[in-house]
């Protein structure tokens, strides 16, 4: 079933995990895809794969946090497509060097709310004018349970910056609903991505300690996910806005 055909969906962090998991997937379900991501290399293997399999695909090498690359990939979209009509918000880091605010260094601070958090600000700045000129259309914005939960094993500028995404999702969410767009955040618990599969593997008590905290047993799969980015993309949604949904395997839930 194409539950997305007709949509074109400008997907940030579309390089890897959960970007290039997602992309994938709404193209299967009928979606045009817009992919942007600040690394050429795997942004060409995710438009490869999507070429392969017979999808309609746009691409822009981009930094979400510099104004005029943002402009410059959203126009691109827009001249392949003639529209906007999904903003799928997924760009983000995680540096090692994000700790507690006592020992994160300032610039580390800035360098993470200006890709997580400006980011989202700069995609919907060129973005949403775009959604609105279709008559409508989706953000998904992508937040952290992290921003819901406090943690002893602290990153603090990423944990701020996703409950930033939060509170921007609710903003805009007032702001554009009686124009016909939708604003949601989608809040994942620990996603199996090489990022965190690679850390985990050299360190197999962090494995086992974070999996017992998880009600349901097991890591997150991009496809988790994406199964929920193309419910919100889609029409099944349409009275949803200004959500921030968790889809963590209960680890909001645990108490102990």
């Known amino acids: 079933m194409d539950r997305l055909t007709g949509q074109v969906a400008l997907i940030t962090g579309a390089g890897s995990g959960m970007g290039r998991a997602v992309s994938q997937m709404f193209v299967q379900e009928g979606a045009a895809v ?12 995710t ?3 999507i070429e392969e399999a017979g999808g309609q695909v746009e691409s822009a090498v981009c930094d979400v946090s510099d104004e005029n690359s943002v402009n410059r990939a959203v126009a691109a979209g827009i001249r392949r497509f003639g529209k906007l009509t999904v903003i799928y918000n997924n760009a983000g880091i995680m540096p090692e060097q994000d700790h507690s605010v006592l020992d994160t260094d300032p610039e580390v601070w800035d360098w993470v709310q200006d890709v997580n958090l400006k980011g989202v600000y700069l995609v919907c700045k060129y973005g949403i004018p775009a959604l609105l000129e ?17 943690c002893t094993v602290p990153q603090d500028s990423y944990t701020a910056s996703k409950g930033g995404v939060i509170a921007l999702t ?3 969410a007032a702001q554009f609903g009686s124009r016909g767009v939708r604003v949601n955040a989608i809040c994942p618990g620990p996603i199996e991505t090489p990022l965190l599969m690679d850390w985990l593997l050299t360190d197999p008590d962090a494995k086992s300690l974070r999996l017992s905290r998880i009600p349901l047993g097991r890591f997150g799969k991009p496809e988790d996910i994406g199964y929920l980015a193309i419910y919100l993309a ?3 949604s349409a009275w949803m806005t ?3 949904l968790n889809i963590d395997g ?4 645990y108490y102990f």
């Not at 953000?139 to 349970?145: D, E, G, K, L, Q």
């Not at 209960?250 to 839930?253: A, D, L, N, R, V």
């Open 234 to 236: 889609s029409p099944e």
């Open 242 to 244: 200004g959500a921030a």
């Open 170 to 172: 609710r903003s805009m």
């Open 34 to 45: 817009v992919l942007v991501d600040n690394q050429a290399e795997p942004l060409a293997e």
């Open 47 to 49: 438009v490869g794969r």
């Open 134 to 150: 279709a008559g409508g259309g989706s953000v998904i914005n992508v937040a952290s349970f992290v921003a819901l939960v406090g």
């Open 250 to 253: 209960g680890i909001t839930s």
